[in-house]
């Protein structure tokens, strides 16, 4: 059975005891982060060099002599902390990110336990408990799945502002065969052509009937509620760290009503979610969609550009749907009854550019304010979400003409467990372990020398 990597996050409830715990390690673990990078600016500034991930993570043992607290936490956890810098140095390197800075205790998220090692989900899915053994706690945890797995990574999070433990497990999964193998089995009685539009949070055609949901619009409509609340927030005296103005009560306050209302929305839609992808799965086996980078949709208008104006609404019509988890929660429901996901290359296919009927490509049609299409050489006409799921339809029953090419189903991506993104970090640090084995081998020679500078 084919495993698939998922992750699942549940709500920690510790008592009070292990609340400080949790604290005194989060506590620690900003430090190391802290002085992590305390130690690469250093060292840049200074001497212009700049230090590895792995030079870091050999100087843990000298860093834990001199600060014994660290003993008590699992080792895995420090150099998952330590790979956090890493990965934020890289994504600097790289021109995606501004320069890591220091990390205020305030805002720390947590920490991240890369290996099923130390610690123990007692749950199988529905609540339980988590045992962490290096600060030797059992945690009550609250949360529910659709099916659970074995577990691999753990990361336990904090959130300040609503002052809550959280802990996210990836975990790996057991999905049934597909049923549909190849394409001589497929049967198109089941098949449903999706599109994930912005005017329509989703259009659907299984060969007969189109399926149309509305954009839920209650973000919008707690909108008005939130940017009421928001007001009232700027109203109060705000922070400041550096002037040394405390938090006030009523800033407090007023930040805690933002927060719960817009987790309010989050839930509400979250919920709206799962009710449309639990009615997709079970009545169709095999659904088709195009692979959508929701991130380009969603980016700032560029400077210059005139369409200033409408960019933010359509990202803000995108992210009320959720494009992404939409996605990801008909993929799973469907691979859980055994059904099949298929990826269609948009670039290859052009639904929202091609006629269904006899498959000319009007470039026009790709302008997002076309919204009905009409073909200039056999006269269709369809609303552009209608005719492009038809497209996908067609070219998965193999109907479409207009291809230069028949496409064979194997062409296509199906969707496995490699769709599945992990976030950077933790597939990272899952292989950080075979890296680090084959790298010493490498350096045997210059690995007597890591300048146990201490840093923070
Ligand atoms: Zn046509």
Same mark, same amino acid.
């Given at each position: 059975?084919?495993?698939?990597?998922?992750?699942?996050?549940?709500?920690?409830?510790?008592?009070?005891?292990?609340?400080?715990?949790?604290?005194?390690?989060?506590?620690?673990?900003?430090?190391?982060?802290?002085?992590?990078?305390?130690?690469?600016?250093?060292?840049?500034?200074?001497?212009?060099?700049?230090?590895?991930?792995?030079?870091?993570?050999?100087?843990?043992?000298?860093?834990?002599?001199?600060?014994?607290?660290?003993?008590?936490?699992?080792?895995?956890?420090?150099?998952?902390?330590?790979?956090?810098?890493?990965?934020?140095?890289?994504?600097?390197?790289?021109?995606?990110?501004?320069?890591?800075?220091?990390?205020?205790?305030?805002?720390?998220?947590?920490?991240?336990?890369?290996?099923?090692?130390?610690?123990?989900?007692?749950?199988?899915?529905?609540?339980?408990?988590?045992?962490?053994?290096?600060?030797?706690?059992?945690?009550?945890?609250?949360?529910?799945?659709?099916?659970?797995?074995?577990?691999?990574?753990?990361?336990?999070?904090?959130?300040?502002?609503?002052?809550?433990?959280?802990?996210?497990?990836?975990?790996?999964?057991?999905?049934?065969?597909?049923?549909?193998?190849?394409?001589?089995?497929?049967?198109?009685?089941?098949?449903?052509?999706?599109?994930?539009?912005?005017?329509?949070?989703?259009?659907?055609?299984?060969?007969?009937?189109?399926?149309?949901?509305?954009?839920?619009?209650?973000?919008?409509?707690?909108?008005?509620?939130?940017?009421?609340?928001?007001?009232?927030?700027?109203?109060?005296?705000?922070?400041?760290?550096?002037?040394?103005?405390?938090?006030?009560?009523?800033?407090?306050?007023?930040?805690?009503?933002?927060?719960?209302?817009?987790?309010?929305?989050?839930?509400?839609?979250?919920?709206?979610?799962?009710?449309?992808?639990?009615?997709?799965?079970?009545?169709?086996?095999?659904?088709?969609?195009?692979?959508?980078? &929701?991130?380009?949709? %969603?980016?700032?208008? /560029?400077?210059?550009?005139?369409? *200033?104006? +409408? @960019?933010? !609404?359509? =990202?803000?019509?995108?992210?009320?749907?959720?494009?992404?988890?939409?996605?990801?929660?008909?993929?799973?429901?469907?691979?859980?009854?055994?059904?099949?996901?298929?990826?269609?290359?948009?670039?290859?296919?052009?639904?929202?550019?091609?006629?269904?009927?006899?498959?000319?490509?009007?470039?026009?049609?790709?302008?997002?304010?076309?919204?009905?299409?009409?073909?200039?050489?056999?006269?269709?006409?369809?609303?552009?979400?209608?005719?492009?799921?038809?497209?996908?339809?067609?070219?998965?029953?193999?109907?479409?003409?207009?291809?230069?090419?028949?496409?064979?189903?194997?062409?296509?991506?199906?969707?496995?467990?490699? &769709?599945?993104?992990? %976030?950077?970090?933790? /597939?990272?640090?899952?292989?950080? *372990?075979? +890296? @680090?084995? !084959?790298? =010493?081998?490498?350096?045997?020679?210059?690995?007597?020398?890591?300048?146990?500078?201490?840093?923070?």
């Amino acid at each position: 059975m084919p495993i698939v990597t998922r992750r699942y996050t549940f709500r920690l409830y510790p008592n009070v005891a292990q609340t400080s715990k949790l604290f005194e390690a989060r506590r620690l673990h900003c430090y190391l982060y802290n002085a992590a990078i305390s130690h690469r600016k250093t060292e840049y500034e200074r001497f212009g060099k700049s230090v590895t991930y792995l030079q870091q993570q050999n100087v843990l043992p000298a860093f834990k002599e001199d600060w014994p607290e660290y003993k008590e936490l699992h080792s895995q956890t420090l150099q998952a902390t330590l790979k956090r810098v890493d990965l934020s140095y890289n994504r600097f390197f790289k021109g995606l990110s501004k320069r890591p800075k220091f990390q205020s205790i305030r805002n720390y998220s947590g920490w991240t336990y890369p290996a099923y090692s130390g610690w123990k989900a007692l749950t199988n899915g529905k609540h339980g408990q988590v045992v962490l053994n290096d600060l030797g706690i059992n945690i009550r945890i609250r949360g529910q799945v659709h099916q659970w797995g074995t577990p691999t990574t753990l990361t336990i999070i904090y959130k300040p502002y609503l002052n809550q433990w959280y802990a996210s497990f990836t975990v790996n999964v057991e999905v049934p065969n597909s049923k549909f193998g190849s394409e001589s089995t497929l049967s198109y009685q089941s098949i449903l052509a999706v599109d994930l539009g912005t005017q329509t949070a989703l259009t659907g055609y299984d060969g007969e009937d189109f399926i149309e949901l509305e954009n839920p619009r209650f973000v919008r409509q707690s909108e008005e509620k939130v940017q009421r609340l928001s007001k009232k927030l700027r109203r109060k005296r705000s922070p400041n760290h550096n002037k040394k103005i405390p938090a006030s009560k009523r800033w407090k306050k007023a930040r805690k009503q933002v927060s719960k209302l817009q987790r309010k929305v989050a839930n509400q839609r979250k919920n709206w979610q799962h009710q449309v992808t639990r009615e997709i799965a079970s009545r169709y086996d095999i659904v088709v969609t195009e692979k959508l980078e &929701t991130k380009n949709m %969603t980016r700032k208008a /560029k400077k210059g550009s005139k369409r *200033k104006h +409408q @960019k933010p !609404r359509l =990202n803000r019509s995108i992210l009320d749907v959720g494009f992404g988890t939409l996605n990801q929660q008909i993929t799973y429901k469907v691979q859980s009854k055994g059904g099949l996901v298929i990826f269609l290359p948009t670039k290859k296919i052009k639904p929202s550019q091609r006629c269904p009927q006899c498959g000319t490509v009007h470039k026009h049609w790709a302008d997002l304010s076309n919204r009905y299409h009409i073909c200039d050489n056999c006269h269709f006409e369809k609303g552009r979400d209608k005719s492009s799921v038809m497209v996908m339809y067609n070219v998965v029953t193999n109907q479409q003409t207009g291809l230069g090419t028949r496409l064979e189903i194997v062409d296509l991506t199906i969707s496995t467990s490699k &769709t599945r993104k992990h %976030t950077g970090s933790m /597939k990272q640090m899952g292989e950080m *372990k075979r +890296q @680090k084995s !084959r790298q =010493n081998n490498k350096s045997l020679g210059d690995l007597e020398t890591p300048t146990s500078q201490k840093s923070g």
